[in-house]
């Protein structure tokens, strides 16, 4: 079955069965490969991603259920997020695959949340497991990139000229 998806801005057709997992068309159909597998049963979080702002398990989550929503993955970002340079900043990272679902579950509280508390970060990043242990790092970041200005994805630099 055919349908088209709002991801990261842009609509994109795609060719699944109505009940596949978001995650399997982000990744296979669409390359969209910084969304990890982690357990296929959202208990990780390594999967997450946005849909209408909300945080989201993509591996339990069949693409007709958002289907009319607006998607949006780790490469939404841009790579210059205030998240993610506050990733970078804290040195957040360690083997890294949990991370990408680790930044869209704060961008999701950062977004409803502008001044989030320890135990709002603690409560929206319940579930989302870092085997490194980075926990501490996470809520720094989070802190950080709380006040920094325009709590929202950066402008795309400007191409390189030839």
């Not at 970078?88 to 991370?99: D, R």
Request: hydrophobic residues 45%; glycine residues 8%.
């Amino acid at each position: 079955m055919a349908m088209t998806l709002d991801v990261n801005g842009k609509p994109l057709a795609v060719k699944a069965a109505p009940d596949t997992p978001l995650l399997w068309v982000l990744r296979d159909e669409l390359q969209l490969t910084g969304t990890k597998y982690g357990c296929g049963v959202a208990q990780c979080g390594a999967c997450t991603v946005m849909v209408d702002g909300q945080a989201v398990r993509s591996c339990v989550t069949p693409i007709e259920a958002v289907a009319a929503g607006k998607i949006t993955t780790i490469e939404g970002l841009g790579g210059q997020h205030p998240l993610q340079q506050a990733w970078v900043k804290h040195e957040v990272p360690q083997c890294g695959y949990c991370q990408a679902g680790q930044i869209m579950s704060a961008v999701a509280l950062l977004s409803a949340n502008a001044k989030p508390t320890d135990a709002d970060i603690d409560a929206a990043m319940d579930g989302n497991i870092c085997r490194c242990g980075t926990y501490q790092r996470v809520r720094a970041a989070i802190k950080d990139a709380a006040t920094m200005p325009a709590n929202a994805p950066a402008a795309a630099p400007a191409p390189a000229k030839a």
